[in-house]
């Protein structure tokens, strides 16, 4: 039965978040890994309060930025996929793996 890893990779910074996903996918085609995507998600703006101090009515402006999200899928290559999670990435981007058993039609 195949395996399906999803590997969801997070970032503020869109321009270095696009060079780990270009990287990994060429070295997927290298490989010969039946690789899907990536595929972009909505850029999410993120807004976080600032305070000047411990009272409510003393604050800054809001902190606001941007998340860009790539979603991978690697297919029946456990072995490819453990090593991309398992990578050390900078520290801005975050990834996070799925993975999911499919059975084929008939068993």
């Known amino acids: 039965m195949p395996f399906i890893t999803r590997l969801t990779l997070k970032s ?12 990994i996918k060429e070295r997927a085609e290298r490989k010969g890994v039946e690789f899907k995507g990536p595929h ?3 850029p999410s703006r993120q807004t976080v309060p600032l305070y000047k101090g ?10 606001e930025y941007t998340v860009y999200t790539r979603v991978i899928e690697i297919i029946d290559h456990n072995e490819f996929a453990r090593q991309i999670a398992g990578e050390e ?19």
């Open 12 to 23: 503020g910074d869109g321009d270095l978040l696009e060079s780990v996903v270009s990287d």
């Open 89 to 107: 990435f900078p520290d801005s981007i975050h990834i996070s793996a799925d993975i999911e058993q499919f059975s084929q039609t008939g068993e």
């Open 40 to 42: 972009p998600k909505p």
């Open 54 to 63: 411990l009272r409510v009515d003393g604050r800054f402006r809001p902190w």
